[in-house]
Every structure is written in C-alpha cells, then in structure tokens.
C-alpha cells in the first residue's frame, strides 16, 4: 500500500506504508541511534512527533515484551528506509510491522532517509503529515500548513499517569530480567511523570530510591506533605513554556527538598528559576551527542531527545552551567548556585544509549544525603 510523507514547506516523500493505516499530522523530526527502535518508540517525549530513523533497516531484531520504556507507543509515526520482515533474536515476540499495527501507529517505508534528515537540517523540524488514505500531495502539504505546530501546546497532560503509583522495579539483567530492589531503600523520591521513561525509575530503585510517580499537576503542597528527601523532574513532550503549573510548583519545592531533573524536567526547572528556553533548529536525538562537564573537561556521550533548549544566559544569576554540548555549544546541565537542584537535557538513563552519565543518579542520592544531614543539624 502507497504512502506518503508531506511537509508543511512543500516538500513531499514518497514510500509504502506498513505498521496501521490511517493520517496523522506532527513535528517531523530525526533519531540517529543505530539500535533501540523499542525504546524511541515507547519514550513518551515523542508524543506528538513523526520519528525519522537515520539507521537504514529497522525492525531486525523484532519487538519484545521487555524493552518498552511506558506503556504503548506516544509517538505519531514512525519513517524508515527499511521494514526487516523477518526478524531474528531469542527474545522477540512479534514483527515491529505487526507491533505498529496492534498499537494503531501509522508507518512509512521506502523513504530516502538521508535526503529527508538533510532537508530538515537544512530547512529546520516542521510540522508534517503522513497518509495512506489521503495520496495528493497538495491537499497534504495544505494539511500539513494548517496542522497545530508543537510550539505553545501542553502535550504533557496526554502523556502523565492519572494517579499515583509506586514504583519498585529494578535493572534488567541477563537471564534474570527485571530485578526488583536490591537493598531497603535508603530514600524516598516524588517522581513528577511529565511523560516519564521506566528506564530512569528502574535507575532511581538501583540506587536505593523508593519511588512514587505523582501526575504532572500534583500541587507542590501534596508532594511536600509527604516528606520525600528529593524530588524528580522527569522527561516529557512537546514545549516546556506552556506547562506553567509545573514551573510554579517547582518553584514552591525549590530550597525545600533536592530536586534533580532530566531532559523537560531540566527545562521545566529553568523556567522555574526565571529563565527562558527555545525551540532549536532541528533538536538532538540519538545516542551518539558529546557532552562536556565543566568541572574536569571530561566528554561524556549522551542519548538525547530534545527539540527544545535552556538560553543559558538567562540563569546564569541563579545557576551554573554545568555541562555544554560539544557539536553546538548548547547547555546540557545546570546547577543551582545555593539550592539542592540540578538538572541535564540529556538522558543519563540512556535506554536506548551510552551509560557514561549514569553518576548523576549517585549525585542526586548525594544530594539527598547531604540534604537530609544539614536538616538534622
Ligand atoms: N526528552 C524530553 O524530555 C524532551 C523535552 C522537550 N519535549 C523537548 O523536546 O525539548
């Protein structure tokens, strides 16, 4: 079956459709990682894109039970060079094109990957639309124009959990799966869930964090009155601007319990702060994003998914720039100059990534430490 991926500038991609069918309109943006389809797919900070895979064949080594990092797929679409058919690995339970169908997300293949990621390099991310029912590219294009841009929307509430819940699952491990905690654990986190990945859950219970994820719009109030010793930000979608209630409650945390946030919680947390952020011009995605720490010059490389970025310049009064991508100088991490908060735009949790940045989850129970031996003072 025909499919085609049109861009609001009038750009059109021709390509066979696999996974649902259907029409869906969102930001057209790219992912560079080689592996972790599973991953991208079920990280909810896609909701509201059309994911773009730099690695040619997709699908390989098919879909398993295990690798989700929520709940379903949040993502819009998902464009490919390459479906594999006939994937090959001990865990896999299904085909990625039968996953997509069972899940209602539309695909498209046989796209010339590389010209598409060059075009949106070169011209920025935008909003696009993939069909398979609708194959004239001028209505499409004109869809595309008159689709909602992912600027000023709060994609955050079709993401975030509808009550509490806790959360006790451990890493994977080979042969054992999933573990459950290892030790008592040492500490109590409120995990904000912006659209939250299971992978930086299951990082907090290793370190010895017992975790309750509240909604997104849980009052400040709530949360301190159950006297956590840190706070999480987590992940999510869409522009950070909109999401005001989140940047006034966390204001109301700020100085009261550690907070440590990743990726929209890093930008939720600025905005708190009184700073601003930007839409970049094509974001960073992918596992493969140099990163420097400030404090020693060591390079980290970073999994990253973001559109949106902190103006580093508007916190510097409050915050320390901690860590500064090294292919376009943008902030990576910040640090509050008093308080107990910091925060980085890329995912130490990696899943799918490199490991590098994994002592930050060792710095938010230091954090935590410290905290709770400075109140018993
Ligand atoms: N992974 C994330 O949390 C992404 C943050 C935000 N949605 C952005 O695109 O910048």
């Not at 069918?21 to 894109?49: A, H, K, R």
């Not at 109590?188 to 990945?197: N, P, Q, S």
Request: aromatic share 8%.
């Amino acid at each position: 079956m025909k499919a085609i991926l049109a861009l609001a500038d009038g750009r059109v991609f021709h390509g066979r459709a696999f996974g649902a069918g259907g029409e869906i309109t969102g930001e057209v943006v790219f992912n560079t990682s080689m592996t972790g389809y599973q991953e991208i797919l079920t990280d909810p900070s896609y909701c509201g894109e059309i994911v773009t895979m730099t690695y040619p064949q997709i699908g390989n080594y098919g879909i398993n039970l295990e690798d989700v990092e929520s709940a379903r797929p949040f993502l819009s679409a998902f464009v490919v060079k390459e479906v594999c058919e006939f994937p090959s690995n001990w865990r896999s339970k299904m085909s990625l094109d039968a996953y997509l169908k069972e899940n209602g997300v539309i695909g498209i293949q046989g796209i010339d990957t590389r010209a598409l990621v060059r075009h949106i390099r070169d011209k920025g991310a935008q909003t696009g639309i993939v069909s398979t029912i609708d194959l004239d590219p001028e209505s499409l294009v004109a869809k595309a124009r008159r689709a909602p841009s992912i600027v000023g929307r709060d994609l955050v509430r079709e993401v975030t959990c509808s009550k509490p819940y806790h959360w006790s699952e451990g890493p994977w491990q080979l042969g054992q799966g999933y573990l459950g905690a290892e030790q008592a654990p040492r500490y109590k986190v409120v995990a904000y869930d912006f659209g939250i990945k299971r992978n930086i859950l299951r990082n907090l219970v290793a370190k010895g964090c017992d975790v309750t994820v509240v909604p997104a719009d849980t009052p400040a109030e709530d949360v301190l009155a159950m006297n956590p010793d840190g706070v999480f930000l987590s992940n999510g979608p869409g522009d950070p601007e909109p999401i005001t209630y989140a940047q006034e409650n966390i204001r109301k945390i700020l100085g009261k319990k550690p907070v440590f946030g990743i990726c929209l919680g890093h930008q939720l947390l600025s905005l708190a702060l009184g700073g601003t952020t930007y839409k970049l011009k094509f974001g960073h995605r992918g596992g493969n994003q140099p990163v420097q720490r400030g404090e020693d010059r060591r390079v980290e490389i970073t999994a990253q998914n973001h559109g949106f970025a902190v103006d580093g310049a508007s916190i510097q009064n409050d915050a320390i720039q901690t860590h500064t991508n090294l292919n376009d100088n943008t902030v990576e991490g910040l640090e509050h100059k008093l308080l107990p908060a910091f925060s980085v735009q890329y995912h130490p949790e990696a899943s799918p990534g490199p490991h590098d940045a994994a002592y930050l989850f060792d710095k938010f129970t230091a954090m935590m430490d410290r905290h709770k031996q400075e109140c018993a003072e």
